[in-house]
């Protein structure tokens, strides 16, 4: 709800200084009356006491009245210091209205100010912040609504990053497909074997694109069914190398495997598994020389107190870059910009590899350096998650 459409009187700052104001004029009522009691009382005692003394020299005799020693004088004293605990009492009242408003005011105008910002970010101008002024919970609040209105507005820069990329990615393939067609149509393309096997490719290729997006969507949201089973993790990796044998040999490249002996089972989804493993075997095929080496091995870690499974790709590649490394798990991300699909591939791989092991509660790292080749590892716990 607008503040401006807030009832006044339901507003915090009123509610502060209406019950503030309250306990102190309670507080300073009381105070003032039994002060007033008392003075009138001792001071009575005194004068009878006074009267005693002047008029026995110090002897009592019965005890005299009110009325006998009360004077107009002394009447007028009790009067003005009435007077005086009254006026002090509204003076404190006063100070304690005023206090109590200024202490509503400091809670309340940060969080209108927030809420302000709240309204604009829910009206869609995400990235909007608040000024925080205080270092206490109002400030925390503050704070914490910031960093969320600009995650907000990453994310959405982040999608339509990924709708324009999806559009740009699946309308090659679609472009290629209508202008052969269209070619053949009217006759200028011959329809022969060879060019419908490159517009087979191409619609092989816009599948496994559009397969690649379902699944990687379905991983990030984690709505992806896994099928786990306890796994021998050596075994999988010598049949992903077997499968990628003939790629290899195509550029004469060399697969060594080092498998750890005696390696628990670990508890994964065996498909998930080796499309992860393909992804990052493809990848080290394609940008390894060729006559190059790859090296897969793996190993039992033990990681702050936890066990790990840890499955190494290591290649002797082009490596990458340093300010490309961060981006390398990103959708979409291409090292090399002016690299097409036919020659790399979706962009998608290792986004795909990074989602697929995170939601076995796992992680994927990777080394790198330039014309020396990359190291990526697969981290998966070994302690049920
Ligand atoms: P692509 O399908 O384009 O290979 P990936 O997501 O699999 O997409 O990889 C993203 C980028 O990371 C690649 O374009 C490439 O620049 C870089 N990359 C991935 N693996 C390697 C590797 N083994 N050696 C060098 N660069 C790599």
Known sequence: MPVTAMNRFNSITYRITGLMFLSISVTVFLLIYLADAQMVELFQQYLVVQHMEMTQGGQASGSPTMTLVMGSLEKNFLESVHASLRWVGVGIMALGLAASYALARSITIPIRKLGQVAEQVAQGELGKTAPVETNDEVGHLA??????????????????????????????????????????????????????????????????????????????????????????????????????????????????????????????????????????????????????????????????????LKVSIADEGEGIAPEDLPYVFDHFYRGDKSRDRKSGGSGLGLAIVKQLVEIHGGRVTVESRVNEGSVFHIWLPLKAV
């Open 143 to 308: 704070d914490i609504f910031n960093r969320m209105s600009q995650s907000l507005a990453a994310n959405a820069t982040l999608r339509r990053q990924l709708l324009a990329n999806i559009a740009h990615e699946l309308r090659t393939p679609l472009a290629v497909i209508q202008g052969n067609l269209e070619g053949m149509v009217d006759g200028v393309i011959a329809p022969d074997k060879a060019q419908l096997r490159s517009l087979h490719d191409e619609a092989v290729r816009l599948n496994r694109l559009i397969k690649d997006l379902r699944d990687l969507s379905l991983a990030e949201v984690r709505q992806l069914v896994l099928e786990k089973r306890p796994t021998d993790m050596n075994q999988l990796v010598a049949r992903t190398v077997l499968m990628l044998k003939p790629l290899a040999d195509a550029k004469q490249i060399r697969i060594e495997c080092a498998l750890a002996d005696c390696l628990p089972d670990v508890v994964v989804d065996p498909d998930r598994m080796n499309q992860v493993l393909y992804n990052i075997l493809v990848n080290a095929i394609r940008y390894s020389p060729a006559q190059g080496a790859i090296r897969v091995y793996t190993a039992r870690v033990m990681e702050q107190t936890d066990p790990w």
